[in-house]
């Protein structure tokens, strides 16, 4: 201790050496004579405090997780800043924001690609923004579309309630704002629906220059690991002292670019698994990475028999700290710096099966066409387009299945289905944030065509095509490519025993495997032999 505090210039009696005592004070221990001795209200083994006596103060402690140091942080900011300027991605968004001179189109620009970049990769990103930015280039513009245009170009990007909620804000923007965006990260939270903490924070930064942070996955997974902290990184608590990190460590001339560097640091060098330590402009500043360091030295002492040394006076000692990990999650050396950041097991999605009917009928030019229905307004994939389905009880044998997905689609045909004639094609399974949801896929080839009942949700038949361009869910494309899988299947000569048990058409023995039933047939009442 007395070399490190000289060594850098400072007498034993400075700031240094005093923060040094008050930090063995609040681990109970003072210095006698050269010698260790605990602080009053403790025992002389240190390991139960007198009764009454107060708990140590956690200030020191929270200190070694944070960039406490002035010189510290301005030389991170400095790295960084510099290692960007090198090596950012070059990203169509990022072109706008550097380049665009109106204000209000500079921050919809930012606005447009933080909302999509919300749980979704860039290299997915970058082309629905192209073409959002292509078709409405303004605010104005996006107020104006219809929340079906909006889902149309949304579809496949996941999550879609981002793009309602992006468009309802876009129209406030204009209808109440007189097309003004607000200029604070404290008024775009405020004022815009769907507008949370950290897009309010990047617009602000990047469009504005307003020196302020910003926390997201990748910001959060950087800190832990400059600063150790191992505390669950979802809780509260620790959320909160990120967001006082992330504020006091954004650099005031270029908030923007800090906070975008900050990002790009965790998606490209300090990524979740396998990071690239020694690519990184900001590992002299890595405490995770330090502590790798120490382990290996003391595991390497160990293996020699040589004593295990004393713990630097810069780690955190303090118990109870509430950044450091949990006691009943001790240090895994197989992990390194991975160790941080820490979170809560996730909660296990829920298991949810679901009928789907693909009705295909042929087309004024003979090409297949499907019946597609439109969800309601509110709920999972809220106003998207899909193929008839019902929800399914669990533990359902395959026939109750058939019947259940017949009377849903009794009501939309207004006509009796036969169970038998719905073709089992197999199941789709997609997974969402929450559910893990099977498809049970069933087609009903149709010759003629169906009244559907007006007093349903909205209906209509579209080519393969139209499909595609239509706001249909991933899921739905899913659907489509194993019923499209199977057919060629069917029409291929020698495979057709690749199609799986249970496809055959029931109740239809007079029909030969793989011809198409008439609308007369299927709708037939079973009867009573």
């Known amino acids: 201790m007395w070399r490190r505090a000289t060594a850098s210039g400072l007498s034993p009696g400075g700031p240094v050496m005093s923060q040094l005592r008050a930090a063995a004070a609040a681990r109970g221990v003072r210095r006698s004579g050269g010698r ?42 400095g790295s960084l800043l510099a290692w960007y300027d090198k090596c950012k991605r070059d990203l169509p968004w990022r072109t706008l924001a550097t380049t665009e001179p109106d204000a209000d189109r500079r921050a919809y620009a930012v606005w447009v690609s933080e909302i999509m970049l919300q749980q979704t990769q860039v290299a997915t990103v970058i082309d629905y923004y192209n073409r959002w930015m292509q078709k409405w280039p303004t605010l104005q513009a996006l107020a104006q ?93 620790v959320i909160d002292r990120l967001w006082d ?26 990524v979740p698994k396998a990071p690239l330590c020694g690519e990184c402009p900001v590992k002299q500043h890595c405490r995770a990475r330090r502590r790798v360091d120490k382990e290996l030295a003391f595991a390497s002492q160990k293996l020699f028999g040589k004593p295990t040394p004393v713990p630097d006076v810069e780690d955190c000692c303090v118990g109870g700290c509430p950044l450091c990990p949990p006691a009943t999650e001790p240090w895994n050396s197989s992990l390194g710096v991975t160790n941080f950041p820490r979170k809560a097991a996730k909660k296990q999605p829920r298991v949810a099966r679901t009928a789907v009917g693909v009705l295909e009928r042929r087309g004024c030019h003979g090409a297949p066409e499907y019946l597609i229905v439109q969800r309601p307004s509110s709920g999972l994939l809220a106003g998207l387009w899909e193929f008839p389905s019902v929800p399914l009880a669990q533990g359902l044998q395959e026939e109750e299945q ?121 709708l037939r009442v079973p009867t009573s032999t």
């Open 36 to 77: 260790a001795v605990p602080a009053a209200g403790q025992s002389r083994k240190g390991a139960s405090p007198r009764r009454g006596a107060p708990a140590p103060a956690p200030a020191l402690a929270l200190a070694y997780h944070l960039f406490s140091d002035p010189a510290e942080a301005e030389a991170l900011r």
């Open 245 to 270: 990190m992330a504020n006091a460590l954004v650099d005031r001339s270029r908030p923007g670019d800090f906070n975008q560097a900050l990002m790009e640091l965790g998606a490209t060098v300090c």
């Open 145 to 237: 579309a219809s929340l079906e245009e909006v889902n149309e170009l949304w579809a496949g990007l996941g999550y879609y309630s981002r793009g309602k909620r992006l468009q309802e804000a876009a129209r406030k923007v204009v209808s109440e704002l007189a097309g003004r965006m607000p200029r604070t990260a404290e008024d775009l939270q405020k004022l815009l629906p769907g507008v949370g903490r950290y897009t309010a924070g990047a617009i602000a930064s990047i469009s504005y220059g307003q020196a302020t942070g910003v926390v997201d996955g990748n910001v959060i997974r950087v800190l832990c690991r400059l600063r150790c902290i191992g505390a669950d990184s979802s809780s509260p608590a």
């Open 402 to 522: 058939r019947e259940v997905l017949a009377d849903h689609l009794r009501a939309w045909t207004g006509q009796p289905v036969v169970p038998g004639a719905l073709r089992l094609i197999g199941e789709v399974i997609h997974i969402f944030s929450h559910i893990h949801q099977t498809y049970v896929v069933y087609s009903l080839p149709l010759d003629g065509d169906v009244s559907l009942d007006p007093t349903l949700s909205p209906s209509r038949w579209v080519t393969e095509e139209m499909f595609h361009t239509s706001a249909v869910s991933t899921a739905m494309k899913k659907v489509l490519k194993a019923c499209e899988k199977q057919r060629g299947e069917e029409s291929s000569p020698g495979k057709g025993s690749k199609r799986k048990r249970g496809a055959k058409l029931q109740g239809a023995s007079s029909t030969r495997p793989g011809t198409q039933l008439s609308l007369r047939a299927f």
